[in-house]
């Protein structure tokens, strides 16, 4: 004889239906703004980002700063080199380069502060 299989009846519980909750009327909450980053500077090597702003009256932006650039050294050793022309009249200067010729022997040579 044969065998054969039958599946037990499935017993499933009805579907639930239930009411969706009733939209309820909110009264709009005061937004604060948003606090400002941790760190209002973002430094690098060529410059720096600076944040500004309150983020209420002004609003919140950063700012790039350029480093200033470095200070010419072409010619320049930190001193001042004086003499005294023809006319007497005095004249000083950081660059030896921009001693005349005919006077660097009198060129004096000072340290500069």
């Known amino acids: 004889m044969p ?6 009846p499935a017993l499933y519980e009805p579907p639930a239906y239930v009411e969706p909750p009733a939209p309820r009327a909110e009264t709009p909450a005061l ?3 948003p606090p400002p980053p941790e760190r209002g500077v973002i430094q690098y090597s060529d410059g720096r980002h600076e944040l ?3 983020g209420v009256a002004t609003p919140y932006r950063w700012v790039w700063i350029p480093n200033p650039p470095p200070p010419p050294r072409s ?13 007497g ?3 000083m200067t950081d ?6 010729e005919r006077y660097r022997a009198q060129a004096k040579r000072n340290q500069s502060s």
């Open 3 to 8: 065998v054969i299989y039958v599946a037990p």
């Open 31 to 33: 937004v604060a703004p």
């Open 52 to 54: 500004r702003g309150d």
């Open 75 to 87: 010619g320049r050793d930190g001193r001042l080199y004086g003499w005294i022309d023809e006319q």
């Open 89 to 91: 009249e005095l004249h």
């Open 95 to 100: 660059r030896w380069d921009a001693v005349p």
